[in-house]
């Protein structure tokens, strides 16, 4: 929601900065640390503390593009030096196990990378080395005059319980799907469109170290489940539940046997089982918010729109948005080049709806099975036969899930 502007003038509790942007994520830290290497002040407002998101468990799949991405700003040394590398990944249906080598198909390859680890990067490089302005903890963040070239963004400061208002020239919205810049975009302009997939995955991270060397999909007719390593010791697993389900439903040998059932195949030993130290129910749905702007506000990663981690795209999409944001931002506060930020929706909906497609796609070839519909369990049956019987068919998979193609 977008309020008038509190005039407060004069009041040592009011400052102006070019840029403020609102939440501290992946997409937030970027455009962040891409303004202060060029020389742009800004604030980073983050409504947790700076421990929480240095510790939220999220995605950990990061395609190369994005990383030559984060390298070619200073953002990537730790990553390139700690992560896994990823060429494959392994299908496993009707008791048996199929690998997909993506690497030898296209010279490419995913890095497996924590958020949080990259969230501590980010915010390190940020406040800390660059000496950027980021304010956590704050509360009841609001939005002011968005559609005039004077907009603000208020917000409570945690120690003083007093309102600090920021005047600003742009606000880039990073608060994710749940934050307050999302709302500010007026109804009878944003258009959003959403899907249902009508299903859930449990989401279970376990202090186990992972049971493959590749990202493994078991496609069964018990429903979806998948592997994906995050560091040597401990694994992200999901499985497919109803929605809405209870994760005190599924205690620890309830989950351990569905995951080895759906994961089975011939020849494999069993998963290497662990203590389940996290278990939520992901409702599986996407959106997309367009336009990503109004007036003054440019929204960027989950405060745009959604991808469910049916294709771990998420993070991917976050960190498009932000640099192009981050560069359309600094071209026309250093330039007064203004055609970045006058095709920043479109271009970045392009990928978006692009990565949205894909994860339509992936969601029969993962799900179908299960439906109780033979129809349904016969056609995500030849589709992925067809992975591994048509090269033009694994090209193209390759090319939409190393997101390598060209918008």
């Given at each position: 929601m977008t309020f008038t502007s509190p005039h407060i003038p004069g009041s040592p509790s009011s400052q102006h900065c070019p840029v403020v942007v609102v939440?501290?994520?992946?997409?937030?830290?970027?455009?962040?640390n891409i303004l202060r290497a060029a020389g742009v002040a800004c604030v980073v407002l983050e409504t947790e503390t700076r421990e929480f998101i240095e510790q939220r468990p999220r995605a950990g799949l990061v395609e190369e593009w994005a990383v030559r991405a984060l390298q070619q700003r200073g953002l990537a040394g730790n990553l390139l030096e700690r992560a896994q590398r990823h060429t494959q990944?392994?299908?496993?249906?009707?008791?048996?196990?199929?690998?997909?080598?993506?690497?030898?198909?296209?010279?490419?390859?995913?890095?497996?990378?924590?958020?949080?680890?990259?969230?501590?990067?980010?915010v390190h490089e940020y406040a800390d080395v660059r000496g950027g302005d980021i304010r956590f903890a704050v509360r009841d963040v609001q939005l002011h005059d968005l559609a005039s070239d004077r907009p603000s963004v208020s917000y409570l400061d945690p120690e003083t319980g007093q309102r600090q208002l920021l005047h600003c020239d742009f606000v880039a919205g990073c608060d994710g799907a749940r934050g307050v810049t999302r709302t500010a975009l007026p109804a009878d302009r944003a258009r959003v469109a959403?899907?249902?997939?009508?299903?859930?995955?449990?989401?279970?991270?376990?202090?186990?170290?992972?049971?493959?060397?590749?990202?493994?999909?078991?496609?069964?007719?018990?429903?979806f489940a998948g592997h994906m390593a995050r560091g040597s010791e401990v694994?992200?697993?999901y499985l497919q539940c109803p929605p809405g389900d209870d994760p005190d439903n599924w205690p620890h040998d309830r989950v351990w046997t569905e995951l080895q059932q759906r994961l089975g195949a011939a020849g494999v030993p069993p998963l290497t089982e662990g203590r389940l130290i996290e278990k939520r129910v992901l409702d599986m749905h996407d959106y997309?918010?367009?336009p990503m702007v109004h007036g003054r506000l440019f929204?960027?990663?989950d405060?745009?729109?959604l991808v469910a981690p049916i294709a771990a795209k998420g993070m991917n999409l976050a960190l498009h948005d932000a640099f192009l944001l981050g560069d359309a931002l600094v071209d026309h506060l250093t330039k007064g080049d203004g055609q970045g930020l006058d095709d920043y929706s479109e271009a970045c909906l392009r990928r978006v709806w692009d990565y949205q497609?894909?994860?339509?796609?992936?969601?029969?070839?993962?799900?179908g099975a299960a439906t109780g519909d033979r129809f349904r369990a016969g056609t995500t049956l030849a589709r992925l036969r067809r992975l591994f019987t048509s090269p033009v068919a694994a090209a193209a998979f390759a090319e939409q899930y190393l997101g390598t193609a060209r918008y």
């Open positions: 939440g501290a994520g992946p997409a937030g830290l970027t455009v962040g990944c392994e299908f496993r249906f009707e008791g048996e196990r199929y690998r997909f080598p993506y690497g030898e198909l296209t010279g490419r390859h995913h890095f497996v990378y924590p958020q949080p680890l990259l969230v501590t990067d980010l959403r899907h249902d997939y009508g299903i859930g995955w449990l989401a279970l991270l376990a202090e186990a170290p992972p049971s493959s060397d590749c990202v493994l999909f078991g496609v069964h007719p018990r429903g694994t992200r697993y997309v918010v367009e929204l960027a990663g405060a745009a729109h497609e894909f994860s339509h796609w992936l969601s029969e070839v993962y799900h």
